[in-house]
């Protein structure tokens, strides 16, 4: 068994009532960083924080317990022998340097195996959230999504560019709003520099 079971609800939805992360341990941690922060925790308006903030770490966090082949495990065969694109899926991560957010854009392509085996549209997206649910770095986050398209579809090609905002450069520490970190990952014949460019002019200018 590894860290990523039990599997909690199929990727890009949460379920409130999940167990799969400890709360109680949460709201403890978060009384005493309130605590820590020398704030009072029992005042009216901080009663019900520890408990608030437990549930959206359960949401933040739970990637951690769902696995790729939930999304990618239904496939159907397609003949399509070029590249399909979808751009701007929009995702929150949790930075794990800073435990605050990163967040932006991912665009994924990839050029399906030659039995034409094709995902849902939207099995693109919810892979964005299975990974980007989990304590990340936008490189990391970047390279899980094209391994898991390559595990799972055996495709030609696979590229995926994920375009980010670190909070932890914005409202912190550097302080630099704004500024914007581009990672790519590139499988198969996406490495050909001509299909290369063409994708990444797709992606980067429609
Ligand atoms: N490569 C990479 N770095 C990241 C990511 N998210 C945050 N970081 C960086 O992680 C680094 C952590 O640096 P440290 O020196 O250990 O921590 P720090 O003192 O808080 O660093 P500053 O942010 O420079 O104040 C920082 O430079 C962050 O900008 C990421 O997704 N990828
Ligand atoms: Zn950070």
């Known amino acids: 068994m590894t860290a990523h079971t039990p599997v909690d609800g199929v990727p890009g939805t949460f379920d409130p009532d999940s167990t799969a992360v400890d709360r109680p341990r949460i709201e403890a941690a978060v009384r005493e960083i309130l605590l820590a922060i020398g704030e009072d925790p029992d005042r009216e308006g901080l009663a019900d924080t520890p408990a608030r903030v437990a549930k959206a770490y359960a949401e933040f966090f739970a ?105 932890c450069m914005s409202m912190r520490g550097v302080r630099k709003p704004g500024a914007k970190t581009v990672t790519s990952a590139v499988r198969g014949q996406l490495r050909d520099p001509s299909t290369r460019s063409e994708a990444m002019s797709l992606i980067m200018h429609g």
Do not use: N, W
């Open 63 to 167: 990637g951690l317990h769902q696995r790729p082949d939930q999304v990618l495990g239904t496939t159907f065969d397609i003949a399509h022998e070029e590249l399909v694109l979808v751009k701007d899926i929009p995702f929150y991560s949790t930075c794990e340097h800073h435990l605050v957010p990163f967040h932006g854009a991912a665009h994924i392509g990839y050029i399906p195996s030659a039995e034409g085996r094709v995902t849902g549209l939207s099995k693109l997206a919810r892979l964005v959230e299975l990974y980007a649910r989990r304590p990340q770095v936008q490189e990391r986050l970047t390279t899980q999504v094209v391994e898991a398209l390559m595990e799972h579809l055996a495709p030609r090609g696979a590229i995926v560019v994920v375009e980010a905002e670190h909070m």
